[in-house]
Antibody, heavy 117, light 107 residues
């Protein structure tokens, strides 16, 4: 069974950075691109970008260039997302999800980021 | 970017009723539309992909239809466990985009 285990909630100060993780299991990590999606409280879903663990290739939503950095570690089957220069607008739940070429088929449970002084 | 517009924003239903949710794309996306169900405090779960294909394990009361710019998710007989937010999304072109969601509530 494909599973994505995300890291726990983060409380961070404005201006700081945060790095969250998404550990994959149940499939060959390098076979599928890993996507990241943002959801602010009470709002819809917003695509951030993806990383291809096979070759570390990345693609970002223009809106998140300079904000999000995606990396991966094949040895631990883990994808990472770092968010920098945090503001209150970055307070949200962040999901990792696999993509089969058509849709986001498996989602992690989400990491809640709260930006507050 | 392609804009996905969902309607209504919310709807109150009774168990057993038939429900139809709408999703409109700002341009032709073929059948590259998926529907996701999100229950409170949970992550989204894939229901429908390719506009009309049910994902593994999804009950057959959920039916997706449509192509080009107009898409529909129908629940033939709503159950209590179906109360959730429903999101449509397009994967026709980058960036993938989603609608604002429809909240299904109990009357």
């Amino acid at each position: 069974e494909v599973q994505l285990q995300q890291s726990g909630p983060e409380l961070v100060k404005p201006g700081a950075s945060v790095k969250m993780s998404c550990k994959a299991s149940g499939y060959t990590f390098t076979s599928y691109v890993m996507h990241w999606v943002k959801q602010k409280p009470g709002q819809g879903l917003e695509w951030i970008g993806y990383i291809n663990p096979y070759n570390d290739g990345t693609k970002y939503n223009e809106k998140f260039k300079g904000k999000a950095t995606l990396t991966s570690d094949k040895s631990s089957s883990t994808a990472y997302m770092e968010l920098s220069s945090l503001t209150s607008e970055d307070s949200a739940v962040y999901y990792c999800a696999t993509y089969d070429g058509y849709c986001f088929d498996v989602w992690g449970a989400g990491t809640t980021v709260t930006v507050s002084s | 970017n392609i804009v996905m517009t969902q309607s209504p924003k919310s709807m109150s239903m009774s168990v057993g009723e038939r429900v139809t949710l709408s999703c409109k794309a700002s341009e032709n996306v073929g059948t590259y539309v998926s529907w996701y169900q999100q229950k409170p405090e949970q992550s989204p779960k894939l229901l429908i992909y390719g506009a009309s294909n049910r994902y593994t394990g999804v009950p057959d009361r959920f039916t997706g239809s449509g192509s080009a710019t107009d898409f529909t998710l129908t629940i033939s007989s709503v159950q209590a466990e179906d109360l959730a937010d429903y999101h449509c999304g397009q994967s026709y072109s980058y960036p993938p985009t989603f609608g604002a969601g429809t909240k299904l509530e109990l009357k």
